[in-house]
Every structure is written in C-alpha cells, then in structure tokens.
Nanobody, 122 residues
Framework: VQLQASGGGMVQAGGSLRLSCVAS????????MGWFRQAPGKERDFVAT????????VYADSVKGRFTVSRDNAENTVYLQMNSLKPEDTAVYYC????????????????WGQGTLVTVSS
C-alpha cells in the first residue's frame, strides 16, 4: 500500500492543524493505521493508532486529549486532528500501515508515508 501524507505547516502555539494520509494500492480497511513523529535528533515516537474499523484508538500520553485520529474507509484516508499545539509537537509526522492488530511499536508497521513537517512556534 502506498501512503501520501499532507497537511503539515507552521502554526503558533495553541493553534490547530489536521493531517491527512491517503492510501492506495490495497484495500485500506484491511490495515491498522498509525501516526508517528520524529523531531530533529530524536527517535521516531508513537502518536496515535486506529483499528481497521475505526472503532478503537490509542494515543501517546503526550497528545491525549489534544489529538484525535480518525479514518474514512470509503475515502481511503486517515486523519490526525491536532489541537492546542505546543512547540514540543514540532516534528515530521508520518502515517503508517500494518495488518491485523493496532500497535504503538513503529517496528511493526510495514508501510510508511513520506512525512509532513509540523512546526509550532511559541
């Protein structure tokens, strides 16, 4: 499956952005989707994951209550709504896909998008 992420940009602290990730090539609803991020000089961190049906979600503690992951299987798209953004949210955000069970472990994801940069200024 091919993944194309978009929606990144520059925003002031307290602002909002919505990231999108469009999938192609395989049956989107067969895949668990995840969002990860990587700040300069740091490891790739888990942000959120959503089950194949969209009925279950898991979030990193650092974004819980501020970010919302959702998906539209008819549109082959997963979203990450990011509210109350903080400077520490600055990173390249990646969407990823894996089969069957959702996971916070990026090693378990098989397919990756190219990343979209989010910059939050103070």
């Amino acid at each position: 499956v091919q993944l194309q992420a978009s929606g990144g940009g520059m925003v002031q602290a307290g602002g909002s952005l919505r990231l999108s990730c469009v999938a192609s090539g395989r049956t989107f609803s067969n895949y668990v989707m995840g969002w990860f991020r990587q700040a300069p000089g740091k490891e790739r961190d888990f942000v959120a994951t959503i089950s194949r049906s969209g009925g279950s979600t898991v979030y990193a503690d650092s974004v819980k209550g501020r970010f919302t992951v959702s998906r539209d299987n008819a549109e082959n798209t997963v979203y990450l709504q990011m509210n109350s953004l903080k400077p520490e949210d600055t990173a390249v955000y990646y969407c990823a896909a894996k089969s069957i069970f959702y996971s916070a472990n990026f090693h378990e994801y098989d397919y990756w998008g190219q990343g979209t940069l989010v910059t939050v200024s103070s």
